[in-house]
């Protein structure tokens, strides 16, 4: 019984807990933003200097800057084919206890032209768009505005 009690425990403790996983596929990582053109005009801006990143995992997606060490953004998304929605944005505000207006923690973002949320390739609070190629080391996105280059890091 004493060589059977430590297997029964791990099994009772690994039975309990419920493991999340991403069904993401290759759409988890961290995406550096290579090019974006603007579908209005034909123009293109080349971010190759820039270090701006789309960090994807699980549900969560972390949209941020290193070269301006921007906090960013912290945003909702659904994947689903060839849609990629991106919704309820805040603001990082790291771990701090006191963000602003008192409250703590992340600032959810109500006015998207107070926001950086453009620079990021965002077109309003609530962005869908249409995945035109997923590979693992490459995206392209396009939306009504924007189609979107990025690198898998």
């Not at 995406?31 to 270090?51: F, H, I, P």
């Not at 659904?78 to 963000?99: F, K, T, V």
Request: hydrophobic share 30%; proline share 2%.
């Amino acid at each position: 019984m004493k060589k059977i009690f430590p297997i029964l425990c791990v099994a009772a403790l690994m039975a309990s807990c419920e493991l999340e996983t991403s069904d993401n596929g290759d759409l988890d990582g961290n995406w550096r933003m290579q090019r974006v053109d603007t579908l209005a005009t034909g123009g293109t801006t080349d971010l190759m200097s820039e270090k701006r990143y789309w960090g994807i995992e699980h549900k969560l997606m972390w949209i941020h800057d290193y070269v301006k060490d921007d906090r960013g953004y912290y945003c909702r998304f659904d994947h689903s084919g060839d849609s990629l929605r991106i919704y309820e944005p805040y603001a990082n505000h790291g771990h701090e206890d006191s963000g602003q207006e008192g409250g703590g923690g992340d600032i959810p973002v109500t006015d998207f032209a107070s926001s950086k949320l453009n620079l990021y390739g965002l077109s309003g609070l609530y962005t869908s768009f249409k995945v035109e190629s997923l590979t693992g080391s490459r995206m392209v996105l396009t939306s009504k505005t924007v189609k979107i280059y990025f690198k898998k890091m």
